[in-house]
């Protein structure tokens, strides 16, 4: 059975920064595209930041020079460096494969920027 578990989500001012990690099964690891999505409250659930096996990385605009995706093959784990926070950053942040497969889709992690 695959499971992403994401964690490092909380409350931050503007300005902050957090990590956040993905723990992946080595199955699906090892040979898709990883990707971190986000749903803002009342809006659809949108690509933040995509990174593939051989990582060459692809970023949403409102968050490109802010963001960092990378990944550890060894540990299976993908993560989400995120500074210079911004309440419109606001939401439940999720990994999957990209493209994302429905069954994937874990509990997701909240990160809140207050202003």
């Known amino acids: 059975q695959v499971q992403l578990v994401e964690s490092g989500g909380g409350l931050v001012q503007a300005g902050g920064s957090l990590r956040l990690s993905c723990v992946t099964s080595?199955?699906?690891?090892?040979?898709?595209?990883m990707a971190w999505y986000r749903q803002a409250p009342g809006k659809q659930r949108e690509l933040v930041a995509s990174i593939t096996s051989g990582g060459i990385t692809n970023y949403a605009d409102s968050v490109k020079g802010r963001f960092t995706i990378s990944r550890d093959n060894a540990k299976n784990t993908v993560y989400l460096q995120m500074n210079s926070l911004k309440p419109d950053d606001t939401g439940a942040y999720y990994c999957?494969?990209?493209?994302?497969?429905?069954?994937?889709w874990g509990q997701g992690t909240q990160v809140s920027v207050s202003s």
């Open positions: 080595g199955s699906i690891f090892r040979i898709n595209a």
């Open positions: 999957n494969t990209k493209p994302a497969l429905g069954s994937f």
